[in-house]
């Protein structure tokens, strides 16, 4: 079973409005990614934030996580159509046999112009 | 330019027959991954691996098998044992070394099978 679950499933905001999605998870983590897909195409890397950070930032993104919650948020406010895309949180799950990401199933936005 | 590439970004098989996806990238990163995506869900892990000649199976590895020959491909072969092989196929590379660094995606390739 994954172990990201993402809330909503789907948003629907006008452009200029701010866009909310949240992640929840099972298990410890190490840390947090978030990644954008375009419709048909692949992933990109957001931002990554670790287990002993609360808060960080890149433009227009703003990522919160509360391990003691086990959850993540992803903020991305002045929203533009361009942002149109599905948008995954990821988790790790460090084993001895190397680094892997668990995916969750996704909050796919739709910005309207 | 540096990157990661799948080919071909559209491929379409008879059913019972094998078939191979490729992956290259420059990136030189140690760690490469497959994973499936089906429509409206999230990515399911089918195989990574940390090191040439050396990879692990994910959450979904039955009907596929890989290899790791050179640092800079991981091809996935997607067998006839594989019961429901049409979805979207996703590479990635990451710096690897054992901790979890982000990963670079490529384009994908969306396999049909009929």
């Known amino acids: 079973s994954q172990q990201g679950e993402e809330d909503p499933q789907a948003l629907s905001i006008q452009e200029g409005e701010n866009a909310t999605m949240n992640c929840s998870y099972k298990?410890?983590?190490?840390?947090l990614q978030w990644y954008r897909q375009n419709s048909g195409r692949g992933l990109v890397h957001l931002i990554l934030i670790r287990s002993n950070e609360r808060e960080k930032h890149s433009g227009r993104l703003r990522v919160t996580l509360d391990t003691s919650k086990k959850s993540s948020s992803l903020l991305i406010t002045a929203s533009r159509a361009a942002d149109t895309a599905s948008y995954f949180c990821a988790t790790d799950a460090y084993e001895t046999s190397g680094s892997r990401l668990t995916f969750g199933e996704g909050t796919q936005l739709t910005v309207n112009p | 330019d540096g990157g990661i590439t799948q080919s071909p970004k559209y491929l379409f098989r008879k059913e019972g027959q094998n078939v191979t996806l490729s992956c290259e990238q420059n990136?030189?990163?140690?760690?490469m991954y497959w994973y499936r995506q089906d429509p409206g869900q999230g990515l399911r892990l089918i195989y990574y691996s940390q090191i040439v000649n050396d990879f692990q199976k994910g959450d979904i590895a039955e009907g596929y098998s890989v290899s790791r020959e050179k640092k800079e491909s991981f091809p996935l072969t997607v067998t006839s044992a594989q019961k429901n092989p049409t979805a979207f196929y996703l590479c990635?590379?990451?710096?690897?070394?054992?901790?979890?660094?982000?990963?670079?995606f490529g384009p994908g390739t969306r396999l049909t099978v009929t």
């Open positions: 298990t410890s983590i190490n840390n």
């Open positions: 990136l030189n990163h140690d760690a």
């Open positions: 990635a590379s990451s710096i690897g070394d054992r901790r979890t660094y982000e990963q670079y």
